[in-house]
Structures are given as C-alpha cells and as structure tokens.
C-alpha cells in the first residue's frame, strides 16, 4: 500500500515541490501541466529515436525547459503578467505536442514507446523512490542553501534583496526554472508509468500541484501532507471502480472533489 502511494504520488510531488519554489519567490507557476504533458510526449519521441532512456530524460527535460527560460527571461525584461504567460506555455503544449505526433507518428491519439523499452511493474517502484528521493534532496539543499534563502526572500522581501544588490529577476527566473524541471520529471515518470504518450497524460497534476502549494500553507511539509491526501484520493478512487454502483469517472474525480470541499471549509486565513 505504501509502495502504491509513493509510485502514484511521485508525479504530482516533483510538480508541487517546483510550484512551491516559483511561489516563494513570487512568481507563482501556472505551467506545470503543460510541462508535464510535453516533456512526456518528448520523452516518448527521443527514446524511440534514440534508444537511450538517460539521454531521452535529459532532452525532454532541456526541451521542456527551454521556452520556459524564454518565457521568464520576457515576463521579466517586459514586466509581462506571468500567469497570462503560464496559461499560453499550456496551450502552446497543448498544440505543439498534437502537431508533433501527427507528423512524427501519425497520430493524435496514444503514441506507444518501443517495446524495447518495456518497463517491468516492479520498476515502478525504482522510479517513485527515486523521485521521492530527488524531493527530499532538493528540500533539505534548498532550506540549508543561500541560494534558497535568496529565492524564499525574493517573493517576501525582494525590496531588502535590491537594496543589498541582489538580483530578484535572476531569482525568479531560476525559481521558474526549478518549476519547469520538476514538471519535467514528473511527465518523464508518467510516460515511463504507462509505456506511451496519451494526450493529456497529466489528467490535471499540473493544476493539482497549483493547489497543494495553497492547501499546504506555501511550505514544503504540507505540500507534501497535501500531495498524499490527493494520491491516497486517487488511489481509493481506482480501487473502488467495479465494487460499488457509482460511475468510475465520479470515483476518479474524488481528488478534486474534495479539493472543492477543502476550500470551502478551510478558512483562507484574509480579514
């Protein structure tokens, strides 16, 4: 049980733990769905032509990275709104990822990964450790590094960061980056979880991460709290399907379901 929860929670974990990031420095990220949607459609394309599953993760991550860079570099020379830019990566996404695999493959639908290439169930487990390993590496670097401080800073007091000649920009910029990698990883896991491309193989994580930054008080420890109550949801809703008489797509919406609920009851903390 434990192992299913870590394997269906690494996903959305890695795209939260980099939401949270760009939110300390107060350029919260809207583009984690998209991200996670094109580095897996990228990850799919590069392992079937280069047959090399390290050097596929490492193009589909600098793939997905780089017009995020592009993205943060222009917000930050033109001042313009991020979220407006956020929404416009996932669209971007959305359209290059059908015209890609309808040239390259001929289809908009499923796009299967070389059978070579067929991960054992019991790899799943490798791919969600490491990916919880990779968090927990990250969180415990970010809290002890100047670096992280400077980005924590930069959201709550980047007027101090100016004055003692610190670039918030740069800041920022790095903070979106952080976003864009673990949004990355986390469409790689998906791919390699289900040996293909599917369109819209995020199924709303990106926009998940978004909330558990919130619902987890914008700090690491109830991000986490937030993302394991989202996959146990997730995880009760599959194991439910064909057991009771209620319609599976129902089941499988329970995350959001409560999501709703949660933010209805849960006091949002303004006067």
Same mark, same amino acid.
């Given at each position: 049980m434990l192992w299913n929860l870590m394997r269906v929670s690494a996903p959305l974990l890695l795209a939260s733990i980099g939401a949270l990031v760009s939110e300390y420095a107060g350029a $919260?990220?809207?583009?984690?769905?998209?991200a996670i949607n094109l580095s897996a459609f990228l990850f799919v394309v590069f392992i079937t032509y280069t047959k090399n599953a390290f050097l596929a993760f490492f193009l589909s991550v600098c793939c997905s990275c780089l017009p995020v860079f592009l993205l943060? =570099?222009?917000?930050?020379?033109?001042?313009a709104d991020i979220f407006l830019l956020g929404l416009a990566f996932n669209l971007f996404s959305a359209g290059i990822t059908s015209i890609l695999s309808s040239f390259l493959f001929g289809t908009n639908g499923v796009v299967e990964m070389p059978a070579a290439f067929e991960m054992p169930a019991s790899l799943g487990a490798v791919y969600a450790a490491s990916a919880?390993?990779?968090?927990?590496?990250?969180?415990?670097?970010?809290?002890?590094s100047a670096l992280?401080? %400077?980005?924590k800073f930069a959201g709550s007091g980047a007027d101090a960061l100016r004055i #003692?000649? @610190?670039s918030v920009s740069k800041l920022r910029i790095c903070s979106w980056l952080f976003a864009a990698f673990f949004s990355s990883a986390a469409g790689v896991i998906m791919a390699l979880r289900l040996q293909a491309f599917v369109p #819209?193989?995020?199924?709303?994580?990106?926009? =998940?991460?978004?909330?558990?930054?919130? =619902?987890? %008080? %914008?700090n690491f420890?109830?991000?986490i709290a937030a993302v394991l109550l989202f996959s146990a949801l997730e995880l009760a809703g599959i194991s439910l399907?064909?057991?009771?008489? @209620?319609? /599976?797509?129902?089941?499988?919406? =329970? /995350?959001?379901?409560?999501?709703?609920? $949660?933010?209805? @009851? @849960? /006091?949002?903390?303004?006067?």
């Open positions: $919260m990220a809207i583009f984690p769905e998209g943060a =570099l222009y917000a930050e020379k033109r001042r919880w390993l990779l968090a927990v590496v990250f969180i415990v670097l970010f809290e002890k992280g401080l %400077k980005i #003692n000649g @610190i #819209n193989i995020s199924s709303g994580k990106g926009w =998940l991460a978004l909330v558990a930054v919130f =619902l987890g %008080k %914008k420890a109830g991000v399907q064909g057991l009771l008489g @209620i319609s /599976p797509t129902v089941l499988l919406s =329970l /995350p959001y379901i409560v999501v709703l609920v $949660m933010f209805v @009851i @849960i /006091p949002s903390g303004r006067k």
